[in-house]
């Protein structure tokens, strides 16, 4: 009887110290990752109180797996042409990915499965750019055939117009051509 006692004793220490083990890992924290925020064109990208501009980027530490919101601020006749993360997952590996884009702000998940700590990368870009009008009726006048991008909303195009370069249509983008108007792209 006594060696059965022994052995309900021990069971019962095992499984005590087994879930306090589970209990511990359960309720560990977060691992902390860093973020690398770089900024191309002419704009700045906020997180909390950190701002990135061409050539200084910052770096902050966010938990894995967090929602990151970004705040994008274009200079004027500027936009946001892009918004990528890329990190590396294995040794070898590395994963990229658009951030969608709302407005004026970008919000994403951190990823969980970071190689070793390495660390996360956001890359911003701006370029030069108009935003539409919110309806027809309010679509802003296309007249200028140096902009490159159109950054989603109503465009009107009243007389002819001619672009000799690649033009970007951002968005959900609507283009409004009056009657015996042409536009050339």
Known sequence: MKFINIISHLAKAAFVTAF???????????QTISITVNVTG??????????????????????????????LA????????GAKLSYKFSESGTAEDNIAISGSTATFQMPNDIWNGTGVTINVTFGDGLIGGADEASAV???????????????????????????????????????????TV
């Open 141 to 183: 006048a296309l007249t200028d055939a140096t902009v490159s991008n159109l950054a989603g909303g109503y465009y009107k195009v009243e007389s002819d117009i001619s672009f000799d370069h690649t033009l970007n249509l951002i968005g959900d983008t609507y283009l409004v051509i009056a009657s015996g108007a042409k536009m």
């Open 74 to 81: 274009p200079d004027a006749g500027n936009i946001v042409t």
């Open 20 to 30: 306090v083990f589970l209990c511990a890992i359960s309720t560990a924290s977060a």
């Open 42 to 71: 002419s704009g700045s990208v906020s997180i909390g109180n950190q701002t990135a501009t061409v050539g200084n980027p910052f770096t902050a530490s966010v938990d894995d797996g967090a929602s990151v919101t970004l705040t």
